[in-house]
């Protein structure tokens, strides 16, 4: 009988006591009946990272679970653990990233831009065997082949969401606040069977964005309820919020697949006009209610029974 496969916590070594708790692993070695791996992480006085794996990997599948939100300062030791693992005798290692970073600079914008994206995944397919991931912003790009050099497997959150939502949303009308969010909030709506629109959006600048007021006129006995793949400084949705309250529809329900809440995000969206803010545990933080570990599991089981 094949050994259980062994999960490692890379978030563990990235959150403080006061941050929302990753679910995310511990889930995983539940629903796949997998063991904990250790390891001992921590600094040296200059800064450098000390990593010493403290168990037994050898022939063993190795699977390291790591939200890649500020994927800076978790890179290193991210690799560090791959190659450490890889000669102390790991059969295959994955790499279990909910969110997917580096994913958003898909193009040379302006001259001399390093298409971030490319060198990131060039990175990441010299130390891992595979890849899972839910949502990537694909946008420019059609698959995760076009820039990652391992065997990878993209799930969806759709029908998570659409669950959540079916659950607890009366009446709701689904809107997408922009063309890019189409992919995801129109699979969304047809799991949930409701009703959707895609409103239009222009970004002058990181934090400069404008959204299309939208024809709702006939929906305004709904729930709107706001899907997006990311929630980073939030202004996207919050430029929605402000046109659909002008619009005088009721306070809508907001949906990010992966909530980054970057700087005073998540302060700005629960004072906004919003009935809910929702995430997924793809990143830890109070907002998660969608938990992404059974679709997780599913995708692993199939990679692990696999050759
Ligand atoms: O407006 P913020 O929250 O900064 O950014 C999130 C948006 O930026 C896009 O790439 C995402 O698809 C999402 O629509």
């Known amino acids: 009988m094949n050994k259980p496969p062994i999960i490692f916590n890379l978030d563990l070594f990235f959150e403080s006591a006061e941050d929302t ?7 995983l070695i539940e629903e796949l009946g997998a063991v904990t791996g250790h390891l001992d992480y921590r600094h040296f006085p200059d800064g450098e990272s000390y990593l010493r794996v403290e168990s037994e990997v050898n022939g063993q599948d190795c699977l390291l ?13 991210l690799i560090f653990t791959a190659e450490v693992l890889r000669e102390l005798g790991a059969k295959r290692i994955a790499l279990v990233a909910p969110y997917l970073s580096y994913m958003r600079q898909d193009k040379r914008f302006k001259s001399g831009e390093c298409i971030t994206s490319r060198h990131f995944a060039s990175l990441v397919s010299r130390s891992f065997d595979f890849l899972v991931t839910v949502d990537p912003h694909l946008h420019r790009y059609q698959s995760l082949d076009e820039i990652y050099g391992l065997k990878s497997l993209v799930l969806q959150s759709a029908p998570s969401v659409a669950q959540w939502i079916t659950q607890q949303v009366y009446k709701p009308l689904l809107l997408g606040p922009d063309s890019e969010s189409e992919q995801w909030v129109a699979e969304v709506a047809r ?14 600048g990181d ?7 939208p024809h709702v006129d006939q929906y305004l006995d709904h729930t709107p309820v706001l899907v997006d793949d990311i929630i ?20 809508a329900v907001c949906i990010g697949t992966h909530g980054l809440f970057g700087a005073n995000a998540w302060e700005l969206l629960k004072a906004g006009p919003t009935q809910k803010v929702v995430t997924s545990n793809s990143v830890p933080h109070p907002s998660n209610a969608i938990d992404l570990a059974p679709a997780l599991a599913e995708g692993l089981k199939t990679w692990l029974t696999g050759s």
């Open 21 to 27: 708790p990753s679910t995310i692993a511990d889930n």
């Open 65 to 77: 679970v790591c939200s890649l939100h500020d994927p800076n300062p978790k890179f290193l030791p």
């Open 191 to 204: 799991l949930a069977d409701a009703p959707f629109e895609v409103l239009e959006k222009v970004r002058s």
């Open 207 to 213: 934090l400069d964005v404008e959204v299309s007021v």
């Open 232 to 251: 980073s400084s939030g202004r996207t949705l919050l430029n929605t919020l402000e046109h659909l309250n002008k619009a005088g529809m009721q306070p």
